[in-house]
């Protein structure tokens, strides 16, 4: 056990999420306990974790939601296992938050995505039909967004490109979508900042210089495609394929990376499979399976097209998932790391009160907002 890594959980602690700093002691080796000198609390480590106070041995809760992660069934769970469905589906809830938290924490980082492709998902659902979004960056294949709605419209689309701009850095950004004309809005409104020039008044909104918009539109009969057609909506086509290439290699302009995606998402989450009877009954749902999945697929999962070769040409070539091609990790994650993972809280903000502050709130924003205080 060391303190050195542990931080405070506790959402009333100055010192919360913050490693390092000497206040975590060991409270109890045997129930795996730690102590903040700070707010003079104990925590469990699994505290903030999705196997935070489980009556089930934790390898029994991770051997089922990697089951789930890859496609089993929910039904077949309960059937090999004998778990009640309740039980089984407050451990996806659990992974999911979970999920969701670390994906926001690691993955929703500006960094240069080149070329990102988007698209959605029809999903059957107990008695309706409702749209899962995704989006990927194309060079590291790795998972960015996912939105999911009750109808393909607008607010969908902008749910889903508001939290690609949280990974995007303004630089040369390449958007490829169907012929969906709600994605180019949405992307227009979205990619776009303030400009302040002193004058008065609400500043104007200019858009991403390096921006680049293009379309891949499919004309089917009798359920085959006979016909694509490619559209640059901004940009140019000498831009637009600089782009792509560095970030794709050979080809041509396609969505089919995102289609792959999709078709992993249907292989491993079980509502998603066409045809098949374990259908969702609430979007909360799917959207918990969907991080699930996501995460999994981001840290969890090598994948065949993103292999180093070995120093030799005898050794067996790196395998890297899509979290260490992005530079967000240095190996590939279990799912017990995953599920596991610490997410740090936000640093704690001094309360605003009319006065002088006390010497106590003086010394602890000293201690511990350092520069943000």
Same mark, same amino acid.
């Given at each position: 056990?060391?303190?050195?890594?542990?931080?405070?959980?506790?959402?009333?602690?100055?010192?919360?999420?913050?490693?390092?700093?000497?206040?975590?002691?060991?409270?109890?080796?045997?129930?795996?306990?730690?102590?903040?000198?700070?707010?003079?609390? &104990?925590?469990?480590?699994?505290?903030?974790?999705?196997?935070?106070?489980?009556?089930?041995?934790?390898?029994?809760?991770?051997?089922?939601?990697?089951?789930?992660?890859?496609?089993?069934?929910?039904?077949?769970?309960?059937?090999?296992f004998g778990f009640d469905e309740r039980t089984v589906a407050a451990w996806i809830t659990r992974a999911?938050?979970?999920?969701?938290?670390?994906?926001g924490h690691l993955v929703e980082q500006p960094q240069d995505l080149g070329q990102v492709q988007a698209d959605e998902i029809r999903v059957k659902t107990q008695g309706s039909v409702v749209w899962m979004a995704l989006a990927m960056m194309v060079s590291t294949?790795?998972?960015?967004?996912?939105?999911?709605s009750a109808h393909r419209d607008l607010p969908?689309?902008?749910?889903?490109?508001?939290?690609?701009?949280?990974?995007?850095?303004?630089?040369?950004?390449?958007?490829?979508?169907?012929?969906?004309?709600?994605?180019?809005?949405?992307?227009?409104?979205?990619?776009?900042?303030?400009?302040?020039?002193?004058a008065g008044g609400r500043p104007r909104l200019y858009p991403w210089p390096q921006l680049l918009i293009a379309q891949v539109v499919k004309r089917y009969e009798q359920y085959r495609v006979v016909g694509i057609e490619r559209r640059i909506i901004l940009g140019t086509?000498?831009?637009?394929?600089?782009?792509?290439?560095?970030?794709?290699?050979?080809?041509?302009?396609?969505?089919?990376?995102?289609?792959?995606?999709?078709?992993?998402?249907?292989?491993?989450?079980?509502?998603? &499979?066409?045809?098949?009877?374990?259908?969702?009954?609430?979007?909360?749902?799917?959207?918990?399976?969907?991080?699930l999945i996501g995460t999994v697929y981001n840290f969890c999962t090598p994948h065949a097209s993103l292999c180093l070769p070995g120093p030799t040409a005898r050794a067996s070539s790196r395998k890297r998932t899509p979290a260490m091609a992005a530079g967000i990790t240095e190996h590939c994650w279990t799912v017990r790391e995953l599920l596991t993972f610490h997410v740090p809280p936000p640093r704690w903000a001094p309360p605003k009160k009319r006065g002088r502050p006390s010497r106590l709130l003086q010394h602890l924003i000293k201690r511990w907002c350092g520069d943000h205080g």
């Open positions: 056990m060391d303190p050195t890594t542990i931080f405070c959980p506790n959402l009333a602690c100055p010192a919360r999420g913050q490693i390092g700093q000497g206040n975590i002691r060991v409270h109890s080796r045997t129930a795996q306990r730690w102590f903040c000198l700070q707010c003079r609390k &104990t925590f469990t480590a699994t505290k903030g974790t999705a196997l935070y106070r489980l009556r089930t041995p934790a390898d029994t809760v991770t051997l089922v939601l990697t089951l789930l992660a890859h496609g089993c069934p929910l039904q077949a769970i309960v059937v090999a999911g938050r979970q999920s969701r938290a670390v994906h294949r790795l998972w960015l967004a996912g939105a999911v969908l689309i902008r749910r889903l490109i508001r939290q690609v701009r949280a990974c995007a850095l303004p630089q040369g950004l390449l958007f490829c979508t169907d012929g969906l004309c709600s994605y180019v809005r949405a992307i227009r409104e979205t990619f776009r900042d303030a400009v302040h020039t002193g086509a000498t831009e637009v394929e600089q782009v792509r290439a560095a970030s794709q290699g050979e080809g041509v302009l396609n969505t089919a990376y995102i289609e792959r995606l999709n078709a992993t998402f249907r292989a491993r989450l079980a509502s998603l &499979t066409r045809r098949g009877r374990a259908l969702a009954r609430r979007l909360s749902t799917l959207e918990h399976g969907m991080y």
